[in-house]
């Protein structure tokens, strides 16, 4: 014999909460580690886009320095920026203030 008994139970509707409390820690980290190296490859191309320029601007050596890396920088600064877009877009940046 099978005897089975229905309770009414009232579930609640359940929501995920996806706010982790230390991603916005690591969104406040990684904000400021792409703005840095931002900041750093575009002194770099700055530097290296001048000496090139000039032949007066820098002695011989940062010269050649630029001549030899200034298309590493300029991909480096073509990368950073898309990442920078892509973080940007997907999660924001949070500088804390």
């Known amino acids: 014999m099978n005897h089975t008994i229905w309770a009414d139970v009232k579930v609640p509707p359940i929501n ?3 706010g982790a409390p230390w991603m916005s820690g690591l969104q406040l980290l990684v904000s400021y580690l ?11 191309l700055i530097v290296a ?4 320029a000039g032949q007066t ?8 320095w630029a001549g030899e890396n200034v298309l590493r920088i300029f991909i480096a600064a073509a990368l950073l920026g898309s990442v920078s877009g ?6 924001g940046f949070n500088f804390g203030f």
């Open 16 to 18: 995920p909460n996806f």
């Open 34 to 44: 792409l703005a840095t190296a931002i900041i750093v490859v575009l002194l770099m």
């Open 49 to 52: 886009i001048s000496s090139l």
């Open 57 to 64: 601007i820098g002695p011989e050596r940062v010269r050649t």
């Open 86 to 91: 892509l973080f940007q877009w997907f999660v």
